[in-house]
C-alpha cells in the first residue's frame, strides 16, 4: 500500500478490521463492540472469498457497463421491484434536504434464483453471469457469516437466528454503482450538492466494495460531525492492494435489537480537491435483507432486553423512515423506496 493511502484526514473515523476467518466467541464481541458503536467497521478480505482478482473483474464488468450507451441501459431502466438500471440524478436519499438527485448511476440486481436475477439484463451482464453468480453468493456468505458472528455476540441461543431468517423472497439487492466526474462547467455545486444524500441502510447488512484512489463514504458520528471514512483504515496490512470490505448495519438490525446495533447515517461527497472532484467514482454495495415477512421484534437476547433504547433516538435517516416501526422488512423496504424513489408501496411482477 503506498503512503499517500495511509495519510487519512485528520478527522477519519478509526474503525475496527475484522478478521472473519476464525468466527470464534472473541470475534463476535468484536462484531457486536463495532456495531453499537459505529454501526461500521471492516472486514479483512482475507478470511473470505474474495480475491483481488475476483474484486477487480467485478469491477471491471461495472466500468464496462456504465460506458454502455444511456438508450442501452435504459432498455433494463428500473421496475417497482427496485431492479434494474437508475440515471445520474434519478435517486434522492436524502429528499428533505437536497435540491437535486444524486450525481450517480446504479444498476440493481435482485436476489439470484437458479443462478440469475430475476430481470431483465444488458447482453454484457448475460455474458458475465457467471461472474455475477460468483459476486453475488460471496457476498451472501459474507454477509450470513457476520449475522452469525452478531448472533454469537449478542448470545442469542439459536447461533444462526438472523442468518437463517434470510431466507427467499427477500428485498436483498447486489448494487452496482457510478458517480459522475464534476465538469468544470457542472452546475453541480460540490458545496451544497452531493453524490448519494445522507441515508441509513435499509436492511439488514451492507456489504460495500471502493477503489484504492476513490473515496468519498463520510459517516455521522455520535457527536453530530461527519468523518470520512478511508478507504484503507489505518494500520491496514495486506499483501494485495485490495481495500478492506466496509460493513454497516443497516435498519433492520437496528429495529430487531431495540436500537442497540445503530444503523449510522452516511452520504458520498465530492472529492475536496477539484482534480479528484473531476475524476469517476466506482462502488458495489451488497444490501442484505431478512426475507419479506420476518418481523421486527427484538430478538431473544439478555443483551438486547437489558438495552435501554434512547427514547429521543429514531432509527434510520433518509426518505420513507417511518415515524412507527414498521411490522415485517419488506413493509419497512416499500416505505423507503417509495420516498427515494416515489414507487407506490407494492411488489410487482420484473
Ligand atoms: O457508494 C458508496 O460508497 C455508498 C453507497 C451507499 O451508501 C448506498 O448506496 O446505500
Ligand atoms: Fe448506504
Keep these: ?6 495519510q487519512n484526514a485528520p478527522s477519519a473515523i478509526q474503525l475496527p478490521i475484522i478478521d472473519i476467518s476464525n468466527p470464534d466467541t472473541t470475534v463476535g464481541a468484536q462484531m457486536l463492540e463495532a456495531a453499537r458503536e459505529f454501526g461500521f467497521l471492516y472486514i479483512d478480505p482475507k478470511g473470505t472469498e474474495f480475491t483481488e482478482d475476483l474484486v477487480v473483474r467485478q469491477f471491471e464488468l461495472s466500468r464496462q457497463l456504465f460506458s454502455l450507451p444511456d438508450s442501452d441501459k435504459e432498455k433494463c431502466r428500473i421496475n417497482r421491484s427496485n431492479r434494474g438500471w437508475t440515471g445520474m440524478g434519478g435517486e434522492t436519499l436524502d429528499p428533505r434536504t437536497q435540491r437535486r438527485g444524486d450525481l450517480k448511476e446504479a444498476f440493481n ?16 451482464l448475460e455474458r458475465n453471469i457467471e461472474l455475477l453468480l460468483e459476486f453475488e453468493a460471496s457476498c451472501r456468505k459474507v454477509s450470513a457469516q457476520i449475522l452469525d458472528l452478531l448472533g454469537l455476540g449478542l448470545q442469542i441461543e439459536d447461533a444462526q437466528f438472523f442468518s437463517s431468517r434470510h431466507t427467499q423472497p427477500s428485498g436483498c439487492i447486489f448494487r452496482l454503482l457510478h458517480y459522475s466526474p464534476l465538469a468544470q462547467d457542472s452546475d453541480y455545486d ?57 460493513v454497516n448495519i ?101
Design 190 to 246: 460540490p458545496g451544497v450538492d452531493i453524490r448519494a444524500g445522507a441515508h441509513s441502510d435499509y436492511g439488514s447488512v451492507t456489504l460495500l466494495f471502493q477503489r484504492p484512489s476513490q473515496p468519498g463514504l463520510e459517516i455521522r458520528t455520535s457527536d453530530d460531525t461527519w468523518a470520512p471514512v478511508p478507504v484503507f483504515p489505518e494500520g491496514y496490512e495486506s499483501s494485495t492492494t485490495l481495500p478492506p470490505i466496509l
Design 1 to 6: 500500500m503506498g503512503s499517500s493511502q495511509q
Design 109 to 124: 440486481m435482485g436476489e439470484f434464483i437458479n443462478g440469475r436475477p430475476e430481470q431483465p439484463l444488458p447482453d454484457l
Design 250 to 350: 443497516g435498519d433492520l438490525l437496528s429495529y430487531w435489537t431495540n436500537g442497540l446495533l445503530k444503523s449510522t447515517v452516511h452520504r458520498v461527497v465530492f472529492p475536496k480537491d477539484s482534480q479528484s472532484a473531476g475524476e469517476d467514482r466506482y462502488s458495489i454495495a451488497y444490501f442484505c435483507h431478512p426475507a419479506d415477512q420476518v418481523e421486527l421484534i427484538p430478538v431473544p437476547s439478555r443483551i438486547v432486553a437489558e438495552h435501554v433504547p434512547d427514547q429521543n433516538a429514531e432509527i434510520g435517516y433518509g426518505g420513507g423512515t417511518p415515524s412507527q416501526r414498521a411490522l415485517t422488512a419488506q413493509q419497512h423496504l416499500f416505505k423507503r423506496l417509495e420516498a427515494t424513489y416515489g414507487f407506490r408501496g407494492e411488489a410487482s411482477a420484473v
